[in-house]
């Protein structure tokens, strides 16, 4: 019998061989790896994938599509058709719409930039006050550096956009009495001007010993120990606080109006329609005014006559009726003393006051007169 020979046997790598082919293999797949990444993207001729490589497959990058110029004739496939005059003026004009779109919002913003650039120069910058220019100080009793410290304005430390006007003008009003209205307007570059009108004592209201001069309005304008001769003095029982510069009845900004402000309001706005009653009429000399009680109103006429109005109804007509009474005086009576009822208008009475031998001071009332045909 022949010898059966043997099947060769294979041969057995040792770890360590094993080890080092597989560090081999992997630095060969990594070296692999990037020499494909940094070779260029082309698409390749055939539509068959490249054979994976390693133990990994490495899948091609898709190249991307090239970008053809507009009219280049396209080769294989299917061709685009070149363009039409019709439609190379349609997309030239589009193409200046957009040109002129993006010019207008560049301009628009940039005038957008300069305004806000010049809007913060000149609230920080530019525009400071230097000067203040005052119109007619002489009217109102008050100097050029009276007004302007009273203004309270900084010079070269106010800008003339962020001067509150109104509250300028009214630290005029308020800490000079009389100035009854003041107007300040910007005069750029750098200056205000300020444009006062002077306002005059109406009334002088009895404060125990002393006198508080009032104008037309109800504002206080000064404390005077007598009774000046050229206004009537007012006589009222309404108690409030005199600061002058202030008007009667109006709280100060930021507070509320209690009774008392309402009531010295209320009293202010009856001696307002007294004044405008006595200016329809024309009666002047009127010396003494009395309002504590308001039905039983009351005015003195040259410290001789007595003017019994009653309330407050009809004040023009009641009063207008008196002046035609008093204009009927001749030069001999014009001294004489009395009074004039008008609270039963249109009838009107008379009564004279005169001293009898006995030294006694006696009253006569005279016929009543009615001016209802001398109204219509």
């Given at each position: 019998m022949k010898e059966q020979r043997r099947a060769p046997q294979k041969r057995k790598i040792p770890l360590k061989q094993r080890i080092a082919i597989a560090i081999v293999q992997t630095v060969e797949e990594r070296e692999n790896s990037k020499r494909q990444k940094a070779q260029p993207k082309t698409q390749p001729q055939s539509g068959r994938r490249p054979a994976p490589t390693g133990r990994t497959q490495q899948r091609a990058p898709q190249?991307?599509?090239?970008t053809r110029p507009q009219n280049a004739p396209q080769t294989g496939g299917s061709r685009r058709a070149p363009l039409t005059p019709e439609q190379r003026r349609r997309r030239a004009q589009q193409v200046r719409r957009v040109r002129r779109r993006r010019q207008a919002i560049r301009i628009a913003a940039a005038v957008i930039l300069s305004l806000f650039v010049f809007l913060i120069l000149s609230r920080t910058v530019l525009f400071?006050?230097?000067?203040?220019?005052?119109?007619?100080?002489?009217?109102?009793?008050?100097?050029?550096?009276q007004i302007v410290t009273a203004s309270g304005v900084t010079f070269g430390a106010q800008n003339l956009f962020t001067c509150d006007l109104k509250k300028t003008a009214k630290n005029i009003e308020q800490y000079l009495p009389y100035i009854g209205k003041a107007q300040v307007q910007r005069d750029f570059p750098k200056t205000l001007r300020v444009t006062v009108t002077p306002t005059k004592a109406s009334a002088a209201i009895a404060l125990g010993t002393?006198?508080?001069l009032i104008d037309a309005d109800g504002k206080m304008l000064e404390n005077t120990s007598t009774a000046p001769d050229s206004v009537p003095v007012l006589r009222c029982k309404t108690e409030f606080e005199p600061t002058l510069g202030q008007y009667i009845g109006v709280p100060a900004s930021g507070k509320k109006a209690d009774e008392k402000m309402k009531a010295a309001a209320s009293m202010i706005e009856l001696y307002k329609k007294i004044y405008a009653a006595l200016?329809?009429?024309q009666i002047d000399d009127i010396t003494f005014i009395d309002i504590r009680d308001v039905r039983a109103i009351t005015l003195m006429y040259q410290n001789r006559l007595t003017l019994h109005l009653g309330d407050e109804e009809k004040l023009e007509q009641k009063l207008k009726s008196a002046a035609k009474t008093i204009a009927v005086e001749s030069d001999a009576s014009k001294a004489r003393t009395g009074a004039i009822d008008l609270t039963t208008i249109p009838w009107i009475y008379s009564h004279d006051t005169y001293t009898?031998?006995?030294?006694?001071?006696?009253?006569?009332?005279?016929?009543?007169?009615s001016t209802t045909e001398e109204e219509s």
């Open positions: 190249q991307r599509p090239q400071k006050i230097r000067d203040i220019e005052v119109t007619n100080p002489a009217d109102a009793n008050y100097t050029k550096d002393s006198y508080l200016e329809e009429a009898r031998e006995d030294g006694e001071t006696v009253t006569g009332v005279s016929e009543p007169e």
